[in-house]
């Protein structure tokens, strides 16, 4: 009998503690949505003293996995849900919904002294893996080229890897850097070089050519004519409530895609 | 308003058809006249479009818009067969031997069905005479019929994320986890209530706990209380990174009233106070209780050789070790192994390797509940055990596994058993 209350005590004790976790708002995954994801809570909690909100990366299907499996308030992706992890979601008793809170739309640029305006994604990817490394074999001048590359760890290179390059590898000699300002910097001062940068980072010192036939910009992106875009996610499991909703309200706010737009992403307003 | 009016009309027109029927390339043209007429903005359009595509991807993945009817949708049917041949060669005490070779079968199916969104009805049946041990069954008796028995009907209710009761006559990994099958015989469907309570503290850490209350067996000759068990089971897995984790826990599981209460006939016969000679039923009364501590721990490294140029999927590495509290001399055991290969051999190719070491002394456990195979199921001996598995195809493959068992209570009389298995998973 002793024991039966020892059971009963722990079950008791161990239903009252368990839930006690979730009180604030933890947002996880993609490393591309990372950004977003800080200002947005950044801003919000100076309008929200109340809400206290943690932001981790970990990659998209870190922030998926951790939806599923209750372990955050928002999984962050850059790309949409698998089917498996629908069905495991299913399996788990989840209701994902998905937020698209912003456009991914990567440009490629080029030194605006090249006289090449357009390029095919096949030529992208034949510059990019190494199979064309002169840009007189693109109609263009004598001249070798200088291939830029983000970093592996950037989200920005996952999405070009994935929608430029059919994930194939990048030519190891590529420059590699770590953000998109330092890519659009090395290409505006050497001669023959070719990056990608977020769509927020084209300047008029470096050359966006048309991809496909499509110029990249802000409409091409929010139209998916551009071919190198993608939507970014946050999922939510069940429809958003509380504090969450409001959150996500503000990132969906004309305030909130403002934000998007700061940190070089296409806000959808 | 006009913007209003017009996700109102993309709400109407995706309802009307059934979201499943809506094509994405009809929302995508509505969507771009709506932008068109300047009721939505590119945005909006964009948001709403791949918002609806990610609700028509989860609908489908759910069931809901399949043409099965929706009993089909609910019910999910699963099983496998087994086709055993299994050679065992005993030296008794007296130095007598015996080689015994047998063909066995074992059939299982299981159907699964999900009566709301919380509460699940699992109903499985399996060859079998009713040994909770097994579900093996014998070639022989001049092509005799085989027995069909009830292997399990639970119910699991799944009330909150973190909280789950399952009742009935349950699956073993329903309740409790364990690396090896050192005290509780895989085969063994345990009767009675778990509630199973569970939290992710953060992606690389899950806290659980498993609490139990199961029937032993039931007693309506007498006044005495019927033997039960309670069973407390705290676990955690930590993740130290992609490729390495740790999953340890710690139960007490407390057989009570076992003490003089008379046998399972299908017990081992190796506790105190049982006796079984050869194949007869197991009689006799147990002397004690059986309160068992039991520590397990199991490591896993993915890729483990990978900087030797080895492709070997994974490696685990456990033990367990028991202590029945309620004895003073004779209480302990312990197993030892590793496993490495594919985590799961699902397809040709597929291969895993274990090995396990265990030693069980007299009343360290209950005699009916460890693995039947390692010298039938009996404490008081040590056991080597090497398996091979080899995938054969998509879910079937090939099975080898060697037990080398002897007693450590008197004479040795060991006994080598091999078995060669054909799997076959559906």
């Known amino acids: 009998m002793k024991l039966m209350k020892l059971f009963t005590m722990a079950a008791f004790v161990v239903g009252i503690a368990l839930p006690c976790y979730a009180e ?81 739309g990567i440009a490629v640029v080029v030194n605006p002294a090249n006289n090449l305006n357009a390029l095919s994604k096949k030529q992208i990817k034949d510059i990019y893996t190494g199979a064309i490394s002169n840009w007189s074999e693109l109609g263009g001048a004598d001249q070798k080229i200088v291939v830029i590359s983000r970093d592996t760890s950037s989200g920005t290179f996952e999405a070009f890897a994935e ?28 001669p023959g070089a070719i990056g990608y940068v977020g769509l927020g980072y084209i300047s008029g010192d470096v050359k966006a050519v048309a991809v496909n036939g499509i110029i990249p910009s802000r409409e091409t992106v929010l139209n998916n004519k551009y071919p190198i875009g993608r939507p970014l996610f946050m999922y939510t499991n069940g429809e958003p409530k509380g504090l969450v909703k409001e959150l996500l309200d503000f990132i969906k706010s004309a305030e909130g895609q403002k934000l998007v737009e700061t940190e070089g992403f296409v806000g959808l307003k | ?89 005993d030296k008794a005490a007296n130095d007598y031997e015996k080689d015994t070779n047998i063909g066995r079968v074992r059939m299982r199916l299981g159907l699964e069905g999900k009566i709301n969104e919380k509460l699940i009805a699992g109903i499985g049946i399996a060859t079998g ?33 973190w909280f789950t009761l399952v009742g009935g006559k349950m699956l073993l990994n329903d309740t409790l986890w364990e690396p090896t099958d050192l005290i509780w015989d895989t085969d063994i469907t345990p009767e009675g209530a778990v509630i199973q309570l569970s939290k992710n503290i953060n992606p690389n850490l899950a806290l659980s706990m498993n609490l139990g209350a199961l029937i032993v067996d039931t007693d309506t000759s007498s006044d005495n209380d019927a033997p039960m068990a ?148 009996a404490t008081g001996m040590r056991s080597h055990e090497g398996s091979l598995t080899y995938g054969l195809g998509k879910n079937t493959s090939l099975g080898f596994d060697v037990y080398r068992s002897w007693s450590i209570i008197g004479a040795k009389a060991p006994e080598t058993l091999i078995q060669a298995d054909w799997n076959m998973k559906f």
């Open chain 2, 230 to 377: 309670y069973i407390i089971q705290p676990q955690a897995s930590y993740k130290f990174n992609d490729d390495v984790s740790l999953k340890g826990a710690l139960s007490f599981q407390s057989f009570h009233n076992v003490k003089g209460h008379a046998c399972s006939k299908y017990a081992s016969g190796s506790n105190t106070g049982i006796t079984k000679i050869g194949s007869a039923d197991a009689t006799g009364n147990y002397v004690y209780d059986y309160q068992m501590l039991n520590p397990a721990l199991e490591l896993k490294v993915m890729q483990p050789f990978k900087a030797l140029g080895l492709n070997v999927e994974t490696l685990k590495l456990f033990g367990e070790y028991v202590n029945n509290l309620d004895v003073s001399k004779g209480a302990s055991g312990f197993s030892l192994g590793f496993q490495f290969g594919h985590d799961k051999v699902e397809k040709w190719g597929d291969w895993q390797l274990r090995y396990i070491y265990a030693m069980l002394e007299k009343d360290s456990v209950l005699d009916v509940l460890p693995d039947s195979d390692r010298y039938g199921g």
């Open chain 2, 1 to 89: 308003m006009k913007r209003l009016l017009g996700i109102m009309a993309l709400a109407l027109f995706v309802a009307s058809f059934g979201l499943s029927q809506v094509y994405a390339g009809e929302v995508d043209i509505l969507l771009q006249k709506l932008v068109e007429k300047g009721i939505l903005t590119p945005g909006e359009a964009q948001q709403v479009g791949t918002e609806t595509k990610e609700q028509v991807k989860k609908e489908i993945s759910q069931g809901k818009s399949s043409s099965l009817p929706a009993w089909v949708q609910n019910v999910k049917l699963k099983g496998d067969l087994r086709l055993r041949y299994q050679t065992k060669h």
């Open chain 1, 163 to 190: 929608l430029a390059l059919d994930k194939a590898k990048v030519r190891p000699d590529a420059l590699m850097q770590a953000s998109n300002q330092a890519v659009a910097s090395t290409v505006a001062r050497t």
């Open chain 1, 24 to 104: 604030k708002i933890v947002m996880e995954g993609s490393t591309t949505v990372l950004p977003i994801a800080q200002k947005a809570a950044e801003v919000f909690m100076q309008k929200n003293t109340d809400a206290d909100i943690s932001v981790r990366g970990g990659g998209s299907g870190v922030g998926i996995a951790s939806i599923i499996d209750g372990t955050c308030d928002i999984g962050n992706s850059s790309r949409p849900i698998k089917d498996s992890e629908l069905e495991k979601a299913a399996t788990n008793g989840k209701d994902i919904r998905a937020h698209v809170i912003a456009m991914d």
């Open chain 2, 129 to 161: 005479s009713g040994d909770p041990r097994s579900t093996n069954i014998s070639f022989g008796g001049y092509n005799s019929k085989k027995t069909v028995v009830l292997d399990y009907a639970y119910a699991k209710y799944s009330a909150l994320p």
